[in-house]
Structure formats: structure tokens, C-alpha cells
């Protein structure tokens, strides 16, 4: 089809030139109306229709158009719609001698055409749904746990001159080259770099590590939060509901100040789950990351805070109080601040290895120290506490020589440590299920353990190299 197709594109093309300016833009319009009427995998990789007996030959297809033609379409919105209907269905559009408000200009209704979603291709077959609520409703739930890639696309400008400012500032993320054409881009950009090559680096390791980042320190956030502030609500099935909290105020102040902060900083800043060569390497693994929304979609933060704060809430807080063991002075029975010190306890620990030590790909000398320092606050904090509380405290919490008994209580470090593990499993159980049936989960996974093999070799004949040196220069 696409031959027979290419001496009427020809003689299009040859003959554009000597058309009236009214005659070009209407072979425009008719070229992109056809050209959006068809599906997107048609157009782009050349995909027989239905019921052909040809094969599917991959091809690219590109728009090149230049400053004149710009202003013709730009003078028309229809026909700029149409234009850019007809850009997002080819590989590439080549725009040639554009003004600088030019290239601002199809940034900008690129970028809105980004955050409205659509071209409006599919807004017609909703408006004849639209009567049918339930089916209005049903596709609403859909597309808030489905994440839809086309929905979330973002543009990005890149520039080296003054005559880019306008369409860096319009893109969502601008670059700016420090060049020979002096720093007003880059001054102007989000982001700078030093050449243009600098770019694939930029996005395929640096952005995708950037993303990872940031979705999991907002993951982690909002977990170590849920989980802690569940047990609150399964201890108001013990008050009947009175909102007597289970913590004693100070301590529970101090949760996100000093106990849970390092861990998740930690994973913010220094979070790094493949190495730059092997991102370099495969593109696609920033595709899969980044540009289809991984780690940061409905359904994940289902799994990541709702569930797992849920199932490890239950188990740090439900779970002591179910096995009543009495660890208060003599044996008796367990007062309010010796359950809150225990659940709290159980907490803090679980969390602070959870985000340290299970979420990350790598484990780094800070995912260790954020573990220590954070329990040696708890440790420290505590020890200052039983030292220095009201001896008649107002709300009921009796806290002096309290931390110092438990310590010396077996039935205390049991609890500690049993429960701990066992919040800390369900969570290892959960990840290697979702590890195995999510595709993009697990080929992250089978690349972090083939760099780890890697890693592992590499160290291997290290040390066989230094072990060869060794007796080299000691019988030598």
C-alpha cells in the first residue's frame, strides 16, 4: 500500500512548491487527517491491516517542516491541531528554520497536549458513554489503579543559545548546554550540562536513579508513618475507643525528628539499584522505569504502605498484646508504658530494617550507619528519659527506671527480636512474590543479581591477582 502510495506523495511534494498558499494548506489538512484518522502502530512501524496476507515491516516515518509553514499552521488552529495529531504518530518531526517564539510554540501545545492526555481522539467515544453512569464510573476506578503511559507524558527542551530560553522555560524539563553560546540557557534551564552527549547520561542514569529516589523516599514516608500510627488504632480496640494514646508524648514526638528519619534519607540520596554502564547499556530499563510510572502508581502504594503498614502494625502491636507476657516489676502485670515501649520498640526496629535493608537493591556503608545511629538514639534517648521524667507525670505514663528494668528482662528481648522477624519476613515473602510475577520487577531483579555475580568474579580474580603478586614479591 505504502508503494503505490509514493508517486501521488511525490508529485505532492514536488509540486508544493508552485501550489497557492490556500492550496498547500489544504494538502496539509488532507495529509494529516489521514494520517490521524489511522492507528498509531499503522502509521509509525508500518503494520498490515487485518486479514493481509504481508508480513509487518518495521519502518520510521519523520515530518520535516519549516518556518513558513509554521506560520500557515499556526494561523489556523485546526490545522496546528491536526499538525500535531499527525507529529505524535511519527518517530520524529524535523522543524527547520523556527523562530525562537516558534520552537516556544510547539513546546508549549505539545506540553498541553501532554497534560490534557489525549488529542481528543477519544474523547468523542466517551461523550457517547457519557449517559451511561456506571460506565463513566467503572472506567474512572480503572484508570485511577491502571497507570496509562500516554496519559503521563512530559516534554523536555534542550538549548545552547539565547534564542532557546523561550522554549526551555516552555517544556516541563529544560536543559541548557554551556557552550560557546555563552550560559543565558543554561541560566534558564532546570538542568545544565556541559555538551550535548552529556544528555543520554542525564536521562538514562541520573534520571532514572532520580526517580527511584524520590519514589521511594515518598514510599517509605508514608509507610513508616501508616505502620506506626496503626498501632494506635488497634490499641483503641483495648480503651474502647477512649483516644488514650498508647505512646507517651514525648517519645511519640520524637518518631519522625529522630527514630525513623535516616533510613529513608538514606534511600533518598544514595539509592542506586543498577550500575551507569549497564543503564547505558539497555535503554529500556529506563523505559520501564521512568516513562511507564513503576514505582509510583496506585497499586504499588496499595502494596507498600497500605498492606505491609497494616500487616506489620498488627504484628508489633497486636501480637504482644495477644501473648501476655508480663514483664513488670516482680512479674506482674504490664503497665501502660511498658506495652507502649514494647510495641515501640518492636516498631521502630522493624521499620528502620525494612527501609534500610529490604526495600534498597544495594546495600551501601550508609544503609549500615543509618542503623546504627538510629538505634543508638532509641538506645540513648530512652536511657536519658528514665532518668529524667516527672516523678508524678499528669497523663498517667510512669517512666523512671522503667527502660533500665525491661532491659534486664528476658520475655522483653524475645519479643523484641521474635516479632521483629516475623513483621520482617512477611515483608521478605511479600517481595519475592511480587518479584516473580510483576515482568518488570523481576528482569530488575535478574539484573541486580547478574551485576552481583559480576561484582562477585571481579573480586575473585582480584584477590587471585593479588594473592599471585604476593608470593611473586615474597619468593623473589
Known amino acids: 500500500e505504502s508503494v503505490e502510495r509514493q508517486p501521488m506523495e511525490i508529485e505532492w511534494a514536488a509540486d508544493v512548491n508552485t501550489a497557492t498558499p490556500e492550496a498547500q494548506k489544504q494538502r496539509l489538512l488532507l495529509s494529516a487527517a489521514s494520517s490521524a484518522t489511522s492507528r498509531p502502530s499503522d502509521v509509525t512501524r508500518g503494520v498490515s491491516k487485518p486479514g493481509s496476507s504481508e508480513t509487518a515491516r518495521a519502518t520510521s516515518l519523520a515530518v520535516v517542516v519549516d518556518g513558513e509553514t509554521l506560520s500557515a499552521l499556526e494561523a489556523h488552529e485546526g490545522l496546528l491541531q491536526r499538525f500535531l495529531s499527525l507529529g505524535t504518530l511519527c518517530d520524529a518531526v524535523i522543524c527547520s528554520r523556527v523562530s525562537p517564539s516558534q520552537k516556544a510554540l510547539i513546546v508549549h501545545n505539545m506540553r498541553v497536549r501532554c497534560e490534557g492526555g489525549n488529542d481528543g481522539s477519544s474523547k468523542s467515544k466517551d461523550k ?12 474512572g476506578i480503572v484508570s485511577f489503579f491502571r497507570h496509562d503511559s500516554d496519559r503521563y507524558m512530559v516534554t523536555l527542551a534542550i538549548g545552547d543559545g539565547g534564542n532557546d530560553i523561550a522554549m526551555i522555560q516552555e517544556a516541563h524539563a529544560g536543559i541548557g548546554i554551556a557552550g560557546q553560546e555563552g550560559l543565558q540557557a543554561s541560566r534558564a534551564a532546570d538542568f545544565s550540562i556541559g555538551q550535548f552527549r552529556f544528555l543520554q547520561r542525564l536521562l538514562l542514569v541520573h534520571g532514572r536513579w532520580s526517580y527511584v529516589r524520590v519514589s521511594m523516599f515518598i514510599m517509605g514516608t508514608f509507610y513508616k508513618c501508616m505502620a506506626f500510627y496503626l498501632t494506635q488504632l488497634i490499641y483503641q480496640f483495648y480503651t474502647g475507643f477512649s483516644g488514650t494514646s498508647l505512646f507517651e508524648s514525648w517519645t511519640l514526638s520524637m518518631y519522625n525528628t529522630l527514630f ?17 554502564s549497564t543503564l547505558l547499556a539497555f535503554p529500556e530499563l529506563y523505559r520501564d522505569m521512568g516513562p511507564r510510572n513503576h514505582l509510583f502508581t496506585v497499586p504499588e502504594f496499595l502494596r507498600r504502605v497500605i ?17 501476655g507476657l508480663l514483664m513488670g516489676y516482680n512479674g506482674t502485670t504490664n503497665d501502660q508504658f511498658i506495652n507502649s515501649l514494647m510495641v515501640y520498640s518492636i516498631m521502630m526496629l522493624t521499620v528502620t530494617l525494612k527501609i534500610a535493608y529490604i526495600d534498597v537493591r544495594r546495600w551501601i556503608v550508609f544503609s549500615h550507619i543509618s542503623v546504627i545511629l538510629s538505634l543508638t538514639l532509641w538506645f540513648g534517648w530512652n536511657g536519658v528519659l528514665n532518668h529524667i521524667y516527672p516523678k508524678s507525670p499528669g497523663d498517667g505514663y510512669f517512666v523512671l527506671g522503667v527502660f533500665d528494668m525491661l532491659m534486664s528482662k528476658a520475655p522483653f528481648w524475645f519479643q523484641w ?4 522477624a516475623v513483621a520482617l519476613c512477611i515483608n521478605v515473602l511479600l517481595v519475592l512474590v511480587y518479584s516473580v510475577r510483576d515482568p518488570v520487577e523481576h528482569k530488575i531483579t535478574s539484573w541486580v543479581a547478574f551485576e552481583r555475580r559480576q561484582e562477585h568474579t571481579a573480586n575473585k580474580e582480584r584477590r587471585k591477582q593479588w594473592m599471585a603478586d604476593h608470593k611473586l614479591g615474597r619468593f623473589s
Request: charged share 10%; no cysteine; glycine share 10%.
Open 417 to 420: 527480636i521474635i516479632f521483629t
Open 260 to 276: 525513623s528519619i535516616l533510613p529513608v534519607l538514606v534511600v533518598g540520596i544514595f539509592e542506586q539499584d543498577l550500575k551507569p
Open 128 to 139: 457517547k458513554l457519557a449517559g451511561w453512569w456506571l460506565g463513566a464510573a467503572w472506567r
Open 307 to 323: 498492606v505491609l503498614g497494616l500487616l506489620h502494625a498488627i504484628v508489633a502491636a497486636y501480637f504482644p498484646f495477644a501473648g
